[in-house]
């Protein structure tokens, strides 16, 4: 599975938000919880999904294609930009299918961008949709060796990978891990 597969997923799911909760100074924890969570398929790994966040200033049109290839694409950009939901990309910080709890770990960029407007700000059942988009990292078994690297954006991603990665079963290896702050403050992971 990898990046390349994304478009294949279909799962789109409608959840609330039950709680938010700040981790670090730049970190906070959205938790969603919804029945449809229980179509979720567990990736693992870097398991991402598009995030479609409400309109700041009004009405949001939640009425999405159900697809996100190119076709789904186009028919979303195309509506209204008025009512038009900010779609994100997200990692998966933790999932619990058994309750239907999914956490999203949000960098806090101040007032920059809609996201991060969205998680200073989320309150219970405050509504958000999600398509689940696969997962990114595909590992080779005979792989001693990965470098993973990125800003903190990509810590979720990066420990999910970990986790994943040396669970009972797997191979081990040697991990590098580079990560590029700039006045993150405590890093939550």
Partial sequence: MSFKE?????????????????????????????????QLPRHGFDHWFRLFLPQES???NFDLPKKLGLIGYVK?????????????????AE?????????IDFVLHGDHGPASRWAQRAGAGDTVMLVDQGRGFDPDPGAAQYLLAGDETVLPAIAGILRDRVAPGRSRGCFVIAVLVSNIGRVPY
């Fill in 6 to 38: 994304a478009s294949k997923f279909t799962t789109m799911c409608e959840v609330a938000v039950i709680a938010n909760e700040q981790i670090s100074p730049n970190f906070r924890r959205i938790t969603v919880a919804g029945e449809e969570l229980a």
């Fill in 58 to 60: 009004g009405e949001t």
């Fill in 95 to 103: 999932f619990r299918p058994d309750q239907r709890e999914l956490d």
């Fill in 76 to 92: 979303f950009m195309r509506m209204n930009s008025a009512t038009r939901p900010y779609l994100r990309n997200y990692t998966v």
